[in-house]
């Protein structure tokens, strides 16, 4: 994609949606990285179906500590790899209380130090609770920014900083829920939709299929 392409695929999806949400469920910056951090090899979809029963009962650090590890775990069971991420999610409301005040800390470092979150999860709360132009690079993002020509890389940090680069900053704060949104429900990976795809003309595989 050239610079140009860029500026109209972006132009493009915020005319459609000028104001992405992240599909998970959350009412606090602390719901947000919880759900975010049960979210991994799941569906927003099963997150949000447990995280409703589980932040009724806990919506904050403290009170998940004191629900304790077995009701948190049978909460969240219906969730893939729940035990370690319950175990995850305790620790890091340890850490919170202990050493934030019972606060999400707003640092990349300091949000890392969390047990069960990686630099895709701090990013996600970096970008939607304190509105910073991250790049949180999950399949999705990987996938639709090597098949458009994009941002190509190797690996999700080569393309988060791909993305940084290229991404005019003006649609930086909202690009990475453009980007899962459009790899989610268009941009597919093993049937992407490119007879309804709105940015067709500047993707190198959707312009490669007109010509052919």
């Not at 979809?45 to 995280?51: G, H, I």
């Not at 029963?53 to 009170?63: D, G, T, V």
């Not at 910073?132 to 920014?145: G, K, L, N, Q, S």
Request: aromatic share 6%; glycine share 6%; with cysteine.
């Amino acid at each position: 994609m050239t610079p140009a392409d860029i500026e109209s695929f972006f132009a493009t999806l915020a005319a459609a949606n000028p104001r992405p949400q992240t599909e998970l469920a959350y009412t606090s910056v602390f719901e947000l990285l919880a759900a975010v951090l049960l979210s991994a090899q799941a569906t927003d979809v099963s997150v949000n179906k447990a995280t409703r029963r589980l932040f009724a009962l806990a919506p904050s650090p403290k009170a998940m500590l004191d629900l304790g590890l077995d009701r948190v775990t049978e909460s969240i069971r219906s969730i893939g790899l729940y035990r370690t991420k319950a175990k995850n999610l305790l620790e890091t409301c340890r850490i919170l209380v202990e050493q934030h005040g019972g606060e999400v800390p707003r640092t990349r470092q300091a949000l890392q130090a969390l047990p069960g979150v990686g630099r895709k999860t701090a990013n996600v709360v970096l970008n939607v609770a304190f509105g910073e132009p991250t790049m949180a690079v999950d399949t999705h993002i990987f996938r639709v920014a090597n098949r458009t020509g994009l941002a190509p890389g190797r690996n999700p940090l080569d393309v988060e900083e791909a993305l940084l680069r290229r991404v005019p900053p003006k649609y930086r704060v909202h690009a990475h829920h453009w980007l899962i949104l459009h790899g989610r429900y268009v941009c597919q990976a093993r049937k992407p939709q490119c007879d309804r795809c709105s940015v067709r003309a500047w993707c190198d595989q959707g312009r490669h299929l007109q010509s052919a």
